[in-house]
């Protein structure tokens, strides 16, 4: 075991998304809910309570499911996890808005996966974004590439944290 201090998964989000919205959420524990925000909340209440199932194609579900890995220092929960039959693990990361790709959500998604993995000891090489909205996934593969990000995230979250300074602030068109 380490001592590093926890990250949570969603900061790797924030951070990802953008570094000053990340300090501000986790430093400064500023946080406004907005039009979005509050949408995806009401449509992450299903997800938010613990709780499991085991669906028509075969695989059991479990929601909220709290997942940490202390060798890296993350912790946080998973929206859903399916457990197939066959033993493969596919962490499901419930977004709200239409069916899209933003590295953000894939590399929290990858946090989950490499959780699960710690918890586990099995590979967890995929997952999938549920995109709300369109009531659509999309499959992430947990490449090395992504790994290596959560890892780099995560330590960039780290130094941030420690310092106790935010990052300036960027001009993104996003």
């Not at 986790?26 to 669906?55: C, M």
């Not at 699960?116 to 099995?122: N, P, Q, S, T, Y």
């Not at 790994?147 to 001009?171: D, F, H, K």
Request: glycine share 6%; net charge neutral.
């Amino acid at each position: 075991m380490t001592d590093l201090t926890p990250i949570p998964l969603s900061a790797l989000n924030h951070w990802t998304y953008c570094p000053r919205r990340c300090g501000l959420i986790h430093i400064e524990g500023e946080f406004t809910d907005n039009l979005h925000t509050a949408r995806g909340n009401a449509e992450h209440k299903r997800v938010d309570q613990v709780s499991y199932e085991t669906a028509k194609h075969g695989a059991r579900m479990e929601y909220a499911l709290p997942v940490w890995a202390d060798r890296l220092g993350l912790i946080g929960k998973c929206d859903a996890v399916e457990f197939w039959p066959d033993g493969t693990i596919y962490p499901v990361e419930f977004k709200h808005g239409p069916k899209r790709k933003w590295l953000n959500d894939d590399l929290q998604l990858a946090a989950q996966a490499m959780c699960l993995e710690d918890m586990l000891g099995r590979p967890v090489t995929h997952g999938a974004i549920f995109h709300a909205s369109s009531h659509r996934r999309r499959e992430v593969a947990i490449t090395p590439v992504l790994r290596e990000l959560v890892i780099e995230t995560a330590a960039a979250i780290r130094a941030m944290l420690a310092s106790g300074g935010l990052p300036p602030p960027v001009n993104d068109a996003r």
